[in-house]
């Protein structure tokens, strides 16, 4: 068995539909690093767009930023979740610098290899 990394469209498509606003389960690391690639991107796609108009480009990040929120912390939920701890690790990041370090150290954590309190393994394929 091994664990299927998703392609960048997959992850991006399932955090804005099928997982929006979905805090229970499991999301791989593919899952969650592909979604913050793409929320980089259409920061950077959005900032240059509106980069005319300080206040344009402000609301326009705000209105991205909003869209963004829900799928976004569900994911990182998830994340949590997959390496075997408890969504309330996300306040961790509210300790100065050192909270950073250590919910990094988090997402990049490989997955428990096996089904947990949150959920089976995601994107398993068996041999």
């Not at 991006?12 to 999301?27: I, Q």
């Not at 913050?36 to 980069?51: D, G, Q």
């Amino acid at each position: 068995m091994y664990q299927l990394q998703l392609p960048f469209g997959e992850a991006v498509k399932r955090a804005l539909t099928v997982n929006y606003c979905n805090f229970k389960g499991r999301a791989s690391r593919s899952e969650y690093w592909w979604f913050m690639l793409f929320i980089f991107i259409a920061m950077i796609a959005v900032s240059v767009i509106f980069c005319w108009s300080e206040t344009l480009s402000s609301i326009a990040l705000g209105i991205v930023y909003l869209g963004i929120l829900l799928p976004a912390l569900g994911l990182s939920v998830r994340r949590m979740h997959d390496i075997g701890r408890s969504g309330w690790w996300l306040l961790i990041n509210f300790i100065p610098l050192v909270g950073g370090i250590i919910y990094l150290v988090f997402t990049v954590k490989e997955s428990e290899p096996v089904p947990n309190k949150w959920g089976d393994v995601p994107n398993i394929v068996k041999q």
